[in-house]
């Protein structure tokens, strides 16, 4: 995947927040019409007040990062938040049986063929069990529901797919810089790809209410899972990426 570089260095905790880290994965190539569109990924980890980890879109499970893991915390939650981002989910809960995995809607069935072990599925309220350490939102779509999160006492948004960012200095072709910038996500004006905009604009009803939520909550900065992540000025950038939504 020479089209697109990764965050280095990949599979190593990065501090984000207080009791949330981040790590930069490998890339991947996701099937869209016939071609493996190169996409790299990102994990979200917090540190629950009672040390479990909670971790959202996991990455490759590697020897050194387990064994930053096991000193950061028990993992306990393992998210799906869309049909996409499934991908080693079962590699973890493997590793980790005690651990819950929760499946956004889509993605029971889109990760089948390669996990089936979810424990629970995400909703638009969050599980009790997590302790009120997160707001919760659910945005419908037509192909795609993503569900996202605001770690509270950071104030930092999660989210998968809903904004993505991707820095032509990390796109090696000119080809696909031309086809980032086409299809919308491309810094400095990272934003939903047009596909997926109109998948959450069949129902921008919702989403728009959605996303006055998050901008209520107060987000400080958004960790996004593809492309460059905003460290500050979060409800700015929200309003920028997502402005079709709230026009």
Known sequence: MDRLTTYEPINRLKTVAEDVYLVDGPVIGMSYMGLAVPFTTRMTIVRLPDGRLWIHSPTPLVDALEAEIAALGEPAFLIAPNRLHFWWIGEWKARFPRARAYAAPGARKA??????AFDADLSHDPPPEWGGAFAQYLLPGLF??????????SGTLILADLIENFESSHIGCAGWRFLAKLGGPLDPDGKPPHDLA??????????????????????????????????????????????????
């Open 144 to 153: 795609l529901t993503e569900v996202d999160f605001l770690h509270r006492a």
């Open 198 to 247: 109109l998948n959450f604009l069949w129902r921008k009803k919702e989403a728009r209410a959605e996303i006055e939520r998050m901008l209520g909550d107060s987000p400080q900065r958004i960790i996004l899972s593809h492309g460059r992540w905003y460290d500050r000025d979060a409800a700015a950038e929200l309003r920028r990426a997502l402005r079709r939504f709230l026009a």
């Open 111 to 116: 990760a089948a063929a390669r996990f089936s």
